[in-house]
């Protein structure tokens, strides 16, 4: 396409200025292509994002920011309770869930377990003797809100297999044991499909590693390897492994123990999920370094794969004192303590971190998840752990687009079952470039794309909005393309197309460095995308009033 045809008929400028500025304005930058993209964290050098989406979770892609306006993380909405762990296999201590969506259906893995309290007795045992063995189960759904427990017939329970029992303690003989588990889809292009399902489980509670088994029908499993995948680590968490379709490889991420005795995370990756070589302690920018980690549910985003989302579990001792005698529970949180003081007084909640390389992460300092009102399920040990997975759900709102649905536990080791919560975020809704009314903007560093026009994802109020500026590598805005020329967009859309007074048509910037600049006042931007081109909608001439 000619660099005069930008905008088509209808653009406002002369033709000649648009070809003359592009000639001396990238003289000096030939077109990049696609495979010259990379990952740099230099401000100044070209990044390629092609025509993937970009989230705003952290400050890769910007170069300035000035005025009223951040980088701000969302909590999620706390919506209801969708499951409850209260059959006879179940019990109080179901932990590390998994859930994914699976063609038409969503599936989700859980523990079966209960902690039984024994006031009269101390210690470990006191707190680990449970009224049956521990058990994965297998719950579905069509809507990822309303659960059944399918009867598979697998394995006897109380003299019946009218259960949804897909790993019981049998299978330790198989090296891997139903208490700390992680099941995922295997989106491995060569993945045979009798093995697209995949376990990742410890070995047994002494933590002699993490061992696969895999399912082609998610309910029947076998043992991949009778080897373990990784050896080195503490284990005792939910330990996961999935394939990064951007890395071309295997990622797991597993619980390990710093030289501080602070619980933390590493990762290794490799293209052969059974040979991981010696794993290293991720990075957490911005972040305490006291946090205990229990948890990462680390997890591509599947709207843009080359991000890596987690939502790890932070682990806080409180000391016992006024407040804490004061939380709900207490009969309940005393009870625990007979076995260790710190099971009565520790309170655990959800945390989020993102990483574009899968080893350095941004972690945010706040937490993602707060426990909550002060209700006799929620500020517990154990408690608001989010499920290893994020999956799309409908909204409850009329023709409102579709929201992403995380569940967390609650009601952990505080009476007969766990409860299953659910929250939700708009698309995209993690973190967004935030401002006030005073308003203020940011400019991207300089980049290359390929599309025909630029989609964002935003809210705003009804009396301000953003508006876009596509400029030049050396920050020059571009003829037609400046804040003048866009009309203040206003309005919540998870992809409305950017348009200029000329029109939204940006095919002849393909392949060349640009920089975006977004003013942006009482808004919120969530991410943006260049997309494949569709011509500007013929819209009905302006209403005139009577009398014009």
Request: aromatic content about 10%; some cysteine.
């Amino acid at each position: 396409m000619a660099l005069e045809e930008l905008g088509e008929s209808n653009m406002r400028r002369p033709a000649t200025m648009i070809v003359t500025f592009f000639v001396l304005t990238y003289a000096a930058y030939p077109p990049l292509t696609p495979s010259q993209d990379n990952a740099t964290n230099n401000p100044h050098e070209i990044v390629n994002i092609g025509g993937r989406l970009e989230l705003l979770v952290d400050d890769f892609l910007i170069d300035s920011m000035q005025g009223k306006v951040e980088l701000k993380m969302h909590r999620p909405e706390r919506k209801e309770i969708v499951f409850r762990t209260d059959a006879p296999w179940e019990g109080n201590a179901s932990a590390y869930q998994s859930i994914f969506q699976d063609g038409d259906i969503y599936r989700m893995y859980y523990r079966g377990m209960h902690y039984r309290d024994h006031p009269h007795e101390s210690g470990p045992a006191a707190k680990k003797l449970p009224p049956h063995a521990h058990y994965l189960c297998y719950a579905e759904s069509d809507d990822g809100i309303h659960w059944r427990r399918p009867k598979l017939g697998l394995y006897d329970f109380n003299g019946s297999k009218a259960n949804n029992i897909v790993l019981h303690p049998d299978t330790r003989g198989n090296n891997c044991s139903p208490v700390q588990t992680a099941v995922f889809l295997d989106n491995n292009p060569d993945c045979p499909p009798d093995e697209r399902i995949k376990i990742i489980g410890q070995g047994d509670l002494r933590g002699n590693g993490l061992y696969v088994m895999k399912s082609g029908d998610g309910v029947r499993f076998s043992p991949l390897s009778p080897d373990p995948i990784v050896t080195k680590g503490a284990f005792d968490s939910q330990n996961l492994a999935f394939w990064d379709s951007t890395l071309g490889a295997y990622r797991e991420y597993h619980r390990i123990t710093l030289p501080s005795g602070i619980r933390g995370v590493a990762t290794a990756t490799s293209v052969n999920l059974l040979q991981f070589p010696d794993p290293v302690p991720v990075q957490l920018l911005e972040a305490r370094p006291d946090d205990d980690l229990y948890t990462n549910a680390v997890t591509p985003y599947f709207r843009a794969p080359h991000m890596l989302v987690g939502f790890p579990a932070r682990y806080i001792e409180r000391e016992w004192a006024d407040p804490l005698y004061a939380l709900p529970g207490l009969d309940e949180r005393l009870a625990r303590s007979r076995s260790h003081p710190r099971y009565g007084s520790a309170i655990t909640e959800a945390l989020f971190m993102s990483s574009r390389d899968g080893i350095t992460f941004k972690r945010w300092r706040e937490a993602f998840i707060r426990p909550g009102p002060r209700m006799r399920e929620n500020w517990a040990y154990g408690d608001h752990y989010v499920f290893w997975g994020i999956v799309e759900t409908r909204s409850h709102l009329q023709d409102a687009p579709n929201e992403i649905s995380l569940y967390a536990t609650e009601g952990y080791w505080e009476g007969v079952h766990t409860d299953v919560r659910r929250y939700t975020l708009r698309t995209d809704g993690f973190v967004s470039a935030s401002a006030s009314a005073q308003g203020g903007e940011f400019v991207t560093r300089p980049f290359v794309f390929q599309g025909g026009n630029l989609t964002i994802n935003f809210e705003s109020s009804a009396a301000a909005g953003i508006r876009v500026e596509l400029q030049a590598a050396d920050g020059t805005a571009i003829p037609g393309s400046a804040l003048e020329d866009c009309p203040e967009i206003f309005g919540d859309s998870i992809r409305h197309t950017v348009r200029w007074k000329r029109g939204g048509d940006v095919r002849a910037l393909q392949g060349h460095p640009v920089r975006l600049r977004f003013s942006l006042r009482d808004a919120d931007l969530y991410s943006f995308q260049f997309v494949p081109f569709q011509p500007d909608p013929v819209r009905p001439p302006r209403p005139v009033a009577k009398g014009e």
